[in-house]
């Protein structure tokens, strides 16, 4: 998990110029100040439409990020178009560099990547062009999805490898897997949870690289907890977790379960974080830069299914 610092803005749309794709045509266009592309399906009269969430950290519209290049959402766009599907993917605030237009990074809020999703959602429902529109959260996404559903009108949630915990709670719970000295780890810990409450910790920790400027921001991602909002959306969902993904447990998968009984479930034994099939550690973490990697095929199959079906729940 990468602890982003950046902020956001609302907006009005403008087309920068479709391109036709092996399996659709993409259309670069800009929401007010985010940028994004739009690929539909050929020969398709309002398809239904996925709008695709990224994880965290500064990540692009394809799913990769400064360090890693997985291509996760990209490959999720391609098999859904495929499959006459069509979606919408965007750049995250940072992604690709700072905008000065998305204000002062200290006066980011992890309310401002739900505004950013709320308004693709209602700027492709007033665009009439589409049958349904179903939020795809990835990780962190999943997050912003459920807070998002409970902002506007969807038809479908479908969460892929989301935490069911605070993001506070899972970075410590995974660096305490990362079997770090006390000295080191005790630190960063006590430093997170004061955090989560409010206060400014300057200077932080060894480790624990948070400007105090940046610290309420963290917070106010640090602190949304899933479980509630989850409760309370009333549209068919699709709960995804993956046996060999070392950033979200499987507690995860069946707590997010818990709080939404009505919703479907997949629990993919091979698949990781990414959304591919690895088969150890090693493997887990080659297959971060390997875009060229299909993603599970399972996931693929029961994620469309899902949003073309005419009772998902």
């Known amino acids: ?42 020969d398709v009269e309002r398809p239904p439409i996925a709008l695709l969430i990224a994880g965290s950290g500064s990540t692009d519209r394809d799913g990769n990020g400064p360090q890693v290049k997985p291509a996760t959402l990209k490959k999720l766009s391609e098999q859904l178009v495929a499959r006459k599907i069509a979606t919408l993917r965007y750049d995250k605030r940072g992604a690709g560099g700072w905008k000065p237009e998305f204000g002062r990074p200290e006066d980011f809020r992890f309310k401002d990547f739900v505004e950013d999703a709320a308004t693709l959602v209602n700027y492709l429902r007033s665009s009439g062009k589409f049958s349904r529109l179903a939020l795809v959260g990835h990780s962190e996404g999943g997050l912003v999805a459920i807070l998002t559903a409970r902002r506007v009108p969807i038809d479908r949630l479908v969460l892929l490898v989301t935490a069911a915990r605070r993001q506070g709670d899972l970075v410590k719970a995974q660096l305490e897997r990362k079997q770090l000295p006390p000295d080191v780890l005790q630190p960063i810990v006590k430093a997170i949870d004061a955090i989560m409450s409010g206060q400014i ?15 309420p921001g963290i917070a106010s991602a640090f602190t949304e907890d899933p479980i509630d909002p ?60 390997q875009p060229e990697r299909a993603l599970d095929a399972a996931l693929i199959d029961s994620v469309a299914a899902f949003i073309l079906a005419n009772d998902a729940r």
Not at 201 to 215: E, H, N, R, Y
Request: charged share 20%; hydrophobic share 45%.
């Open 1 to 42: 998990m990468r602890i982003r610092t950046l902020i956001g803005a609302l907006a009005i749309v403008s087309f920068c110029g479709a391109t036709p794709s092996a399996s659709g045509e993409e259309t670069k266009i800009r929401v007010g100040n985010i940028d994004a592309v739009l690929t539909t399906p050929p």
């Open 201 to 215: 910790v300057d200077p932080p920790p060894p480790g624990l690289a948070i400007a105090p400027s940046m610290q």
């Open 230 to 289: 989850l409760k309370l959306v009333e549209r068919p969902t699709l709960i995804v977790g993956g046996g060999r993904d070392r950033q979200v447990a499987r507690l995860d998968f069946v707590a997010l379960a818990a709080a939404a009984p009505l919703a479907k479930t997949l629990w993919l034994p091979q698949m990781n974080h990414v959304l591919v099939d690895v088969t150890d550690d090693d493997d887990d973490l080659a297959a971060y830069d």
